[in-house]
């Protein structure tokens, strides 16, 4: 039972372009979304989140919209640089479960 | 600040040995998350500890797997008798009290490779 989808295994970006990431979720007891940025061989690292009480959150290049009647977020990074090139892990986690449900990952590659 | 610890970062075992993975959660949390990563797959919940206290072990096999936290030391994540599929990498996160928990900050992974 996958709760948080993310359908696209890789994603393609031009240098300078806008990426977008996209996650949708079944379970509508998801209070809190997240989103991770990894590397090889390292652990993820936190990069941006929502509240459902919001619909949009900004911080610097990164902003995460969630659309909760279609239960879908997206994470838009601009303008997208080479650093950006990662597995990019959408998760969800309610206040009463205090455990993050993740994503099967999306592999973003930006191009010079 | 030191981030999240984990060791060994690599671990080979032969099937029916045990697996001992190690986690020093950064300095003033007290919550403590393992994951488990699947190749090409996303990290999947296993157990929540607190200090001398399993929260949630929901995520966790039945048989051969156990966690601890104890008062004082890592948090460790024991792997009995392994076997071919156990081999992942496994993850550890901690998160400060309060309502900060959503906000897990992982280690870098034990890759566990079962021969």
């Known amino acids: 039972d996958q709760q948080v989808k993310q359908n696209s295994p890789s994603l393609s970006v031009q240098e300078g372009r806008i990426s977008i990431l996209n996650c949708d979720y079944t379970n509508s007891m998801f209070d809190y979304f997240l989103w991770y940025k990894k590397y090889p061989a390292e652990g993820p690292t936190f990069l941006i989140s929502i509240s459902s009480i919001k619909d949009k959150n900004e911080d610097g290049r990164f902003t995460v919209f969630l659309n909760k009647s279609a239960k879908h977020l997206s994470l838009h990074i601009v303008p997208s640089q080479p650093g950006d090139s990662a597995v990019y892990f959408c998760?969800?986690?309610?206040?009463?479960?205090?455990?993050?449900?993740f994503g099967q990952g999306t592999r973003l590659t930006i191009n010079p | 600040n030191a981030g999240v610890m984990q060791n060994p970062r690599h671990l080979v075992r032969r099937r029916g040995q045990e697996a001992r993975l190690r986690c020093s959660p950064m300095?003033?949390?007290?919550?403590v998350y393992w994951y488990r990563q699947l190749p090409e797959e996303g990290l999947k919940f296993m157990v929540y500890l607190q200090k001398e206290n399993i929260i949630d072990e929901s995520g966790m096999p039945k048989e051969r797997f156990s966690a601890e936290f104890p008062k004082e030391g890592p948090s460790i994540l024991r792997i009995q008798q392994v076997v071919r599929g156990d081999s992942a990498a496994y993850f550890c996160?901690?998160?400060?009290?309060?309502?900060?928990?959503?906000?897990?900050?992982f280690g870098p992974g034990t890759r566990l490779t079962v021969t």
């Open positions: 300095k003033g949390h007290s919550h």
């Open positions: 996160a901690s998160s400060p009290p309060g309502q900060a928990f959503y906000e897990q900050y």
């Open positions: 998760a969800a986690s309610n206040q009463g479960a205090q455990k993050l449900v």
